[in-house]
């Protein structure tokens, strides 16, 4: 059907020069999300998109089918935080997952949070909580309509009453409690002039570390942090596991790089009542340190320093100087180290990503030597739970055809079993008929990049299936195997294929991987994507009428190039909030973050 697109007001006195180039921005009064003028071309958009989405004659079915679906017991791994356990249940069609808490595994689960009854219109969200120590103090984020803003309140555990503490002006933050139960560390940025309620387009600079102290008002709160000379840095904390130390790990951007500072939380005979003695291990972003856990001034780390699918360190902090450190579990000469947890003292929980597909392994924090491989399918662990004071481990298993299988593993026992503590279903879903496989396809420049493959496995290679190719390639974020209700109805329903191409860009094979898709090398993200296109229609899978290419935010921008560049290649296009003006996207709320992976219009040569 003919689409009467509406007209767009040019203002052809908008242009700026990049380097000696001129480039006209005639569309420039869109970046104000408040005009209305934008208002009104917005609606416009609607009164030419949801007509037509209104005239297709099964979208009552596909809705009726994707709600039958979706209504299946959803849960989270169970954690333990002082004598309690807690997890999150969803009956099936409820906006968010309830909090619940029990006194042991096998006692009566109660609500201890239903997210869903914190605002009469259902538009505030969980965003981050946390517990005290010792459990008995539960700090959790709300945030409103999606926003990245949060407000911070908490709760009294035992009696599952609001404390009166409140905290603004909160984005991006730690969370993080002092061992003496009192307080808590948080990020917070300072007052702007406008409005602040995720519509904005302003940018968030200035972050700042506070110190909360229960029963307090906010504008008592201590100063520990501030990098004015450096506005666009982030720091994230934690305080350690035996209370002692906050290791801060501040950032700039998003690269998986950053800073190694911490504080003797002991040392401070005053308290803490302001700057915090931050004593500086790694002062560069040459390389990214997370804590796993220390004894006493022995602290592990998980890095990519030299090694871009990562290993675990020690620094003693007696002797902190790069030449004393010493490597606890070399880099893997394939597989990716994804995370690490400490638990049951002693022991060491590593998760590996071998060709984007996770693997489990216990090892000894003393020797490093590996205990145990716990059995996987093909797939992803999507859940965890475990800490260093825990004698148990739960973990939860996903892929495209499991809806989440959750094991729990008793450490205490001499023979390390993994039982099935909780297995999700879907009614009217088998698996049995469709299967999951993973294809390597070559690239324009020959590189091999891995893709899975899900569909029935009745399908015919007739060039006629009709295919849902999603990507992201960007950020060092890997798009490791997931359960989607809408693709399988794709597939169960429209003989549908769902792509999924493991692209440069991602951190699917380390750093290595990320940085052959980022800066100056970012058209190699667009020219996998191509290929894998390129690939299943060589292959008889489909044809490009067929094939539908879906991503969002870097993932949008993605499919935006790649419809530009091939249009040849794809019959349908769904870029969700993808960042399209490369020219521009720094100057608004947090992109300039995304600097390190595309680089910055304003520097001489863009990057």
């Known amino acids: 059907m003919a689409l009467d697109y509406p007209?767009?007001?040019?203002?052809?006195?908008?242009?700026?020069?990049?380097?000696?180039?001129?480039?006209?921005?005639?569309?420039?009064?869109?970046?104000?999300?408040?005009?209305?003028?934008?208002?009104?071309?917005?609606?416009?958009?609607?009164?030419?998109?949801?007509?037509?989405?209104?005239?297709?004659?099964?979208?009552?079915?596909?809705?009726?089918?994707?709600?039958?679906?979706?209504?299946?017991?959803?849960?989270?791994?169970?954690?333990?935080?002082?004598?309690?356990?807690?997890?999150?249940?969803?009956?099936?069609?409820?906006?968010?997952?309830?909090?619940?808490?029990?006194?042991?595994?096998?006692?009566?689960?109660?609500?201890?949070?239903?997210p869903n009854k914190l605002a009469d219109d259902g538009t505030i969200s969980l965003s981050g909580t946390r517990f005290s120590e010792n459990g008995q103090h539960f700090a959790y984020g709300m945030s409103k309509s999606g926003s990245d803003w949060v407000t911070i309140k908490f709760k009294d555990v035992a009696s599952g009453e609001d404390l009166p503490d409140v905290l603004e002006r909160v984005k991006f933050s730690s969370m993080a409690w002092t061992h003496d139960h009192l307080g808590m560390f948080y990020n917070r940025y300072p007052d702007q002039d406008g409005k602040s309620d995720g519509t904005e387009t302003t940018s968030n600079l200035n972050q700042k570390l506070y110190y909360h102290l229960l029963k307090a008002d906010q504008s008592q709160d201590v100063l520990c942090a501030a990098f004015p000379d450096n506005p666009k840095w982030t720091c994230g904390v934690e305080v350690s596991d035996c209370g002692r130390y906050l290791i801060a790990t501040p950032t700039e951007g998003c690269d998986p790089v950053n800073r190694l500072f911490y504080c003797d939380l002991e040392a401070l005979s005053d308290g803490i009542t302001g700057l915090l003695p931050f004593v500086k291990v790694v002062d560069n972003f040459d390389a990214e340190y997370e804590y796993i856990t220390n004894e006493g001034t022995v602290f592990t780390f998980k890095t990519n320093l030299k090694s871009p699918r990562y290993k675990l360190i020690n620094i003693d902090l007696t002797s902190p100087q790069m030449e004393n450190w010493t490597t606890l579990i070399e880099e893997d000469e394939k597989d990716v180290l994804d995370w690490a947890a400490c638990v049951h003292g002693n022991r060491l929980v590593l998760c590996y990503m071998h060709h984007v597909k996770n693997v489990l392994y216990l090892h000894d924090l003393n020797t490093g030597e590996r205990m145990k491989t716990f059995p996987l399918d093909v797939g992803t662990v999507v859940g965890y739970s475990g800490k260093k004071k825990d004698t148990e481990i739960f973990y939860q298993f996903s892929s495209f055809l499991t809806p989440g299988v959750i094991y729990r593993c008793d450490l205490t026992k001499n023979t390390l079993e993994p039982l099935v503590f909780r297995e999700i279903t879907v009614q009217g879903f088998n698996s049995s008929k469709f299967q999951t496989e993973q294809v390597f396809y070559e690239s324009k420049d020959g590189t091999k990049i891995p893709m899975f493959l899900v569909h029935r496995k009745d399908m015919k290679l007739d060039s006629s299936n009709p295919v849902f190719l999603y990507g992201y390639g960007g950020f060092n974020i890997s798009i490791t195997p997931y359960f989607s209700v809408s693709r399988?109805?794709?597939?169960?329903?429209?003989?549908?294929?769902l792509a999924v191409p493991n692209i440069r860009g991602g951190g699917e094979y380390g750093e290595t991987w990320h940085k052959a898709g980022m800066l100056s090398k970012k058209q190699n993200v667009f020219d996998d994507f191509h290929a894998a296109a390129e690939y299943l229609m060589k292959s008889n899978y489909t044809a490009a009428s067929k094939i539908t290419i879906n991503g969002g935010s870097n993932g949008g921008l993605l499919v935006g190039a790649c419809c530009n560049q091939r249009p040849d290649l794809f019959g349908c296009v769904v870029a969700q909030v993808g960042v399209m003006d490369m020219l521009r996207f720094h100057k608004f709320t947090i992109g300039h973050a995304w600097t390190t992976d595309f680089g910055c219009a304003e520097k001489k040569g863009g990057i």
Not at 29 to 47: C, G, I, R
Not at 488 to 497: A, D, K, T, V, W
Request: overall charge negative.
């Open 488 to 497: 399988l109805i794709f597939m169960q329903h429209f003989g549908g294929i």
């Open 7 to 114: 007209k767009v007001r040019r203002d052809a006195s908008v242009s700026d020069d990049y380097n000696g180039t001129k480039i006209d921005d005639p569309y420039r009064w869109l970046e104000d999300p408040d005009s209305e003028e934008t208002k009104a071309f917005v609606e416009d958009q609607n009164n030419i998109t949801m007509p037509f989405i209104n005239r297709c004659p099964i979208r009552t079915k596909i809705h009726d089918r994707i709600k039958e679906m979706w209504d299946f017991a959803k849960y989270s791994c169970p954690y333990k935080r002082g004598d309690r356990y807690f997890y999150y249940h969803n009956t099936g069609l409820q906006n968010q997952s309830v909090l619940y808490v029990q006194d042991s595994l096998d006692g009566e689960a109660r609500v201890f949070l239903d």
